[in-house]
């Protein structure tokens, strides 16, 4: 992420042609992106057999040595709201990160913001006994230990007052000691059992299947973060709707932000004291059906949480009121600034136990004599949690987590929910003579749509820019700025079955989802055999399916840039009764995006000499 010419503010343009965004400048996570890592990996197994019994003994030891060293917008970045305001010079939002001590490039890239080890250390012993000839269990157990040598040191002002965070848990001033100091180092312990039963031991009636727990990890650049921002080494400004620009100096930010008259804030980013790497209990259930050449498999697969993270802001003060239109009270609208004003946000990583997601599967296949074979399958799951955990830094994964309410998230569909997947092949094999072959195979997906989710985009629940909002549908006329405005808002969620479905209520997270993604892919291996030598000739045409017609095998996602969301074009005031109005502009494009080159076909020829 090496910057091209001279570092600039990032520019950023929003509300082009409805939710789109111009971008210009250096990149804010490109102005000091300096990673370094030495990794040493140490497996040893030992084996043992006695009587019926396969005794497996290891450990596995992954030593990690890391540097660091990124600063988010050391460079500065500017928001503005739409075209007009760039061209007018009226930046809604200006923000910046500095060093302290020295902030000039040189010297924060060759100085890492978190320099640090983690080892993760295992032990595990399994044993394959075969009770009978066609009944084998696989009772085993697994310790994993992760450790952090040296803890981040946060600034120790940060324990002077207590913090309450947005769900009901007052953390004292020794607590707070403890949650930045003292995680990992404690011994995590899956226990599991597997078994494969052949009924008739003739391969024809499989029964198989376990239960266990199983350990994950997380980005270390989580890690990174509570050294990076530890409320002493940056300071940070963030200005709203005022005319300036900051200074294209990365050097002059401490004084620029003296002379606007702020006061030089930081984020703080902590991890619980009883923050474990992420676990879940997984258990599943097959069988392999062998008749008459036809193979058919049955599984069932389902996993719940035992732990799994979430991103809190402890900044935020307990004190929130409702919209008139949120007669459930879901959406707690925060008004009263911070618990602390020494600090921008203050972040914390922690578990959950909340998530689960399943899976049934069907697949057959059928191999034929006279060179065909098939394959034809079908998946259906459902996957939920509280948070995805798709970004680098702690502020991310909070605000770009879509929530009624953002320090207690409920249950959601995943970003990877799956929901429905047909999967086909068919392979067909000529043989010309004993030295020349060709085999034809094609490949067939066909899957749910990517998951989605609408979002409001005026940012009322922090009012600060830090949360994106579920959006309210509403269903009342009268709280629009007029009748035309209602009916052309009334049709435009007419025509969207999802919207639909949601009158009177929020949308979630992940509840809406584009088109299916269909596909149809082609291969094609011609081999000959020269003596002891073997030339092959191979031709893959990718998507076959917007060859044969153009309008077909189209690709649609949703941009992650905002966490898959897009804006509804809803806007609202609310006067000084509390009184809401609605104006609704309607997008000018689809909620969702064609990748322009996934969705075309492309042809690839290729030659291969073994000898």
């Excluded at 007052?161 to 953390?171: A, D, H, L, R, V």
């Amino acid at each position: 992420r090496e910057p091209s010419g001279d570092l600039f503010p990032q520019i950023q343009i929003n509300n082009v042609n409805g939710s789109g965004r111009i971008l210009l400048g250096t990149n804010r996570e490109a102005g000091v992106f300096n990673m370094g890592q030495k990794t040493i990996e140490i497996t040893n197994n030992l084996t043992y057999l006695y009587n019926k019994h396969k005794f497996t003994l290891g450990t596995h030891n992954e030593l990690y040595n890391i540097d660091y060293g990124f600063i988010n917008s050391y460079n500065g970045r500017i928001d503005y709201n739409s075209i007009d305001d760039f061209f007018a010079n009226k930046p809604a939002r200006i923000r910046a990160t500095y060093n302290l001590n020295d902030n000039s490039r040189d010297y924060n890239f060759n100085h890492p913001s978190a320099q640090f080890n983690i080892f993760l250390t295992s032990l595990y012993l399994q044993d394959d006994w075969s009770i009978t000839k066609n009944l084998k269990v696989s009772p085993g157990i697994r310790i994993d230990y992760p450790i952090l040598p040296n803890l981040p040191q946060t600034d120790t002002n940060l324990f002077l007052n207590n913090y309450t965070s947005n769900y009901g848990t007052t953390y004292t001033h020794t607590q707070i000691s403890d949650i930045e100091n003292k995680f990992f180092g404690r011994p995590m312990v899956s226990p599991r059992f597997g078994f494969n039963w052949d009924i008739k031991n003739d391969k024809k009636y499989i029964v198989r299947g376990g239960s266990g727990i199983f350990t994950g990890r997380i980005p270390f650049a989580w890690i990174g973060y509570a050294f990076y921002n530890n409320g002493t080494t940056y300071g940070s400004f963030d200005i709203k709707n005022k005319p300036t620009h900051i200074p294209t100096d990365p050097t002059q930010f401490s004084s620029f932000n003296a002379s606007m008259g702020q006061i030089s804030r930081t984020e703080v980013d902590l991890v619980d004291n009883n923050f474990k790497m992420p676990q879940v209990w997984r258990s599943s259930l097959a069988t392999d059906l062998n008749i008459g050449g036809y193979k058919l498999t049955l599984e069932g697969i389902f996993t719940k949480t035992i732990q799994d993270v979430m991103f809190q802001q402890l900044n935020l003060k307990d004190s929130v009121h409702y919209a008139d239109y949120d007669v459930n009270h879901q959406q707690p609208i925060y008004y009263t600034g911070k618990n602390d004003n020494d600090y921008t946000s203050i972040f914390l990583l922690t578990n959950t136990n909340k998530g689960y997601r399943y899976s049934l599967t069907a697949q057959l296949k059928k191999d034929y004599d006279f060179g065909l074979t098939t394959m034809v399958a079908y998946n259906f799951g459902k996957s939920f949690d509280i948070s995805n955990g798709v970004r680098n830094s702690y502020e991310s994964n909070w605000q770009l987590n879509q929530s009624l309410s953002p320090n207690n998230p409920q249950l959601a569909f995943s970003n990877f929910d799956i929901r429905h997947r047909i999967v086909s092949s068919a392979a067909y094999k000529l043989e010309w003579s004993k030295t020349n072959k060709t085999t034809f195979s094609l490949f067939f997906t066909s899957q749910s749509g990517s998951p989605f989710t609408w979002v409001n985009g005026s940012n009322k629940v922090t009012n600060n820019g830090q949360q994106i909002d579920l959006a309210f549908i509403c269903n009342d006329p009268t709280k629009f700025s007029s009748v035309e405005n209602w009916n052309l808002w009334n049709d435009y969620i007419s025509n969207d079955p999802y919207l639909n479905s949601r009158r009177g209520q929020f949308t979630e997270r992940n509840g809406a989802r584009t088109p299916w993604n269909t596909q149809l892919d082609l291969r094609m291996i011609h081999d000959i055999k020269v003596k002891k030598h073997n030339l092959q000739i191979t031709l893959d045409v990718v998507n076959l399916t917007n060859l044969i017609n153009p309008k077909w095998g189209w690709q649609y996602f949703v941009s992650n840039t905002q966490n898959q969301s897009s804006y509804l074009g809803l806007s609202q005031t609310t006067d000084s009764n509390g009184n809401t109005t609605f104006t609704f502009t309607k997008p000018t494009t689809t909620p969702y995006s064609i990748d322009k080159l996934s969705s075309r076909w492309q042809s690839q020829l290729g030659l291969r000499w073994t000898f």
